[in-house]
């Protein structure tokens, strides 16, 4: 066992009417990768933000140790001072500043007020190098991908000489060569000497580089699993075992069995596109989905696979009322009847629905209540003489509550105190409760834990068994094989190809996501 570096003794913390954390124990090591895992809601934040000081000393129980002394943190920059610096998933760059204002914000080389800017640059230039990012320090951070964004976010941590590097699902929004190169980076810090902790739902990717695991469960410490120390330690920390220790039981199916519909329409096309181009909201020269053509059935769940700037998004977010980019052509049919959706109302009135990847921004108001944001997308239904019947309202998203496991005490919890797999299962009962025809699942599963994301491809799947025509987009190739009937794969705008279920293999995907052209009968291939 290395020496510790961090020591958290019976951390407990207390939200009114919620106790988030019971007596959790956590030990890091010196130069140690310390993963922490357990289902959405756990604790694994709350424990995290303890520790940087957003939940500062006095707030909660227990006590802190860093390098053998007892801390007290009020706030972020407290234990920033102590070389303690946190990366949340949701990065905090500035996009129209550079590389290298971003990275030393709130931290900057000045003399009396004075920035010094060529001391900046150097500093900045000298941090790229040392994490292997090959753009210049003057690049605007909204000119590089979220992988190198990733990159910058580090860059930072260590201009503040960082000791402990604390992660939060760092490749939740990575492909997987950003994903492999992100990794490879942490290992090198550990080489470094800088001990790091990894809270991540992306069970491989532990396994890769953690040498610890720490399981939460409902607030409380599980148990402590070395990975590395030997190799019969690493043979034991299967996925299934860290899985059995973060639910509490084994799941013995990672995807529920496929209920099929036997309705009469069943196999009857539910969505056609056709011919579908859609061109940069910005740069209208350059094509970011191009002559797309794809169907769904009734009952059928079909995926689309593709890297990052695939324009699988893009896709969907332009059928769904053209939501993104400039239309340049294109037709969409329900059930054979050519429709309109050049608003979202118009969309939504032809059955048409989107759960968004961006469930933060697109998917929901979080200063809301759980009541009022699954209304919202059929306030219609619920009104009488024009006036929101609240009685209703309640009966409705109560029923949604207690049928999708929201886990809050009441209909009327703000969505912003709920963990992601909570706040995505109101998303879902948002659009479930619109009764679409058509709902188009966009990264549905992005940042949840092995738990949530089974209940809700349970949602997925019994919305099929009813008929429903459901597009499945992910990044996540076993959860398509799982999940789709059928999958589409697409590369800089275009279709690649499409494979049957029982064609399909993460090797055969990946072949397809990365070639330039479509496969010959595919339905985009008309060169």
Known sequence: MRRPVLEMRGITKTFPGVKALSDVNLTVGKGE?????????????TLMKVLSGVHPHGTYEGEILFEGKPVAFKDIRASERHGIVIIHQELALVPYLSIAENIFLGNEHATRGVISWNETLRHADKLLKRIGLPEKPQTRVADIGVGKQQLVEIAKALSKEVKLLILDEPTAALNDEDSRKLLDLILELRAQGISCIVISHKLNEIRQVADSVTILRDGRTIET?????????AAEVSEDRIIRGMVGRDLDHRFPERTRYEGEDAGRTALSVSGWTVHHPIDHQRKVV???SLEVRRGEIVGIAGLMGAGRTELAMSVFGRSYGQYAGGTVHVDGREVSTRTVPEAVAHGIAYVTED???YGLNLIDDINRNISLASLRGLTR????????????????????????????????????GNQQKVVLSKWIHADPEVLILDEPTRGIDVGAKFEIYTVVDQLAAQGKAIVFISSELPELLGMCDRVYTMAAGRLTGEVSREDASQEVLMRLMTKDKPEPGTTSDKS
Do not use: F
């Not at 990768?33 to 934040?45: D, L, Y």
């Not at 699993?225 to 330690?233: G, K, N």
């Open 33 to 45: 990768i310390h993963a922490v895992c357990g289902e959405n809601g756990a604790g694994k934040s």
């Open 225 to 233: 699993l070395t990975v590395r120390e030997t190799e019969e330690a």
């Open 290 to 292: 191009d002559d797309v």
């Open 359 to 361: 469930r933060k921004t």
């Open 385 to 420: 003489r024009g006036v929101v019947d609240d009685h209703e309202e309640r009966r409705v998203s109560e029923r949604y509550r207690r049928s999708m496991n929201i886990k809050a005490p009441t209909v009327h919890e703000q969505v912003q105190r709920l963990s992601g």
